[in-house]
Structures are given as C-alpha cells and as structure tokens.
C-alpha cells in the first residue's frame, strides 16, 4: 500500500502541478523501513510516466501553432523548434526540478521532440536524481 502511494505521489509530482514527492520518499525510507530499492525504481517509474503525460499534453497542444495568433509567426515557430532541438532540449536534465522540469516536459512535446530523445534524457535526470535522494539522504 505504501509503494502504491509512492507511485501515485510521484505520478502526481511530475504533472504539470507543483507538488512535491520528496516527503514521501523520505518517510518511507526513515519510518516505514522500506526496502529503497523498490522506493527507487517505484519513484523513478512513476515519475517519467508523468513527464510523459506532460510530453503527450503538449503535443497534443500543437494544434495552437494553426490558431490566428500564432499562424502569421510559422517561421518564428519553426526556428524555435529547431533551436530547441540543437540546444535547449538538454535542459530536459533538470526535469526533477518541478518549477522547471514540469512545464520543460510539456514544452518538449509542444515543440515536437522525438518521444527517444526525450525519454532518454528525462530518464538521466529523474535516475540522478531518485538515486541521490534515496540512496544518500
């Protein structure tokens, strides 16, 4: 049941709301005596199923590029994508980071980086990441 909560904690945290899974991690680890190598790879699956989602999300807002707002501004768009792709895409790294990670995923998807590239480099952050929080607090 505690593992499930995990999940769900940590599913929630990588959405686009700012919430925080830290807590639970470090009670399951300090009170429950769980074991951390469930926590770990519980915490990290759930929460790249929830930068996925955020990645799904704003692929699917890509129908706003066709809107009038921003239909006369394609070349900007289109520079943007390929910037994004050439430079920025390795911000994705700080995706643990919820003020800037969570929004980052759904720009990913909006600017339509491949779902590889993606998922590799949100997997490298978020494994960095639980691994320290789990194993060396």
């Known amino acids: 049941m505690n593992y499930l909560f995990l999940f769900f904690d940590s599913l929630t945290a990588a959405l686009i709301l700012p919430v925080r899974s830290e807590m639970?991690?470090?009670?399951?680890?300090?009170f429950q005596g769980s074991n951390p190598h469930i926590i770990f790879i519980t915490a990290l699956f759930a929460s790249i199923v929830g930068s996925s989602i955020n990645w799904w999300i704003g692929k699917k807002l890509r129908f706003l590029k066709q809107s009038e707002a921003l239909k006369h501004k394609a070349k900007e768009m289109k520079n943007a994508e390929e910037k994004w792709d050439k430079y920025l895409v390795w911000m994705l790294i700080f995706s643990p980071l919820k003020i800037l990670g969570n929004p980052l995923s759904l720009l990913a998807g909006f600017l339509n980086t491949s779902f590889k590239k993606f998922l590799a480099i949100i997997f490298a952050g978020k494994?960095?990441?639980y691994f320290w929080l789990v194993y060396f607090n």
Do not use: D, K, N
Request: zero cysteines; aromatic letters at 20%; proline letters at 0%.
């Open 24 to 30: 639970a991690i470090h009670a399951l680890v300090v």
């Open 127 to 129: 494994f960095i990441y």
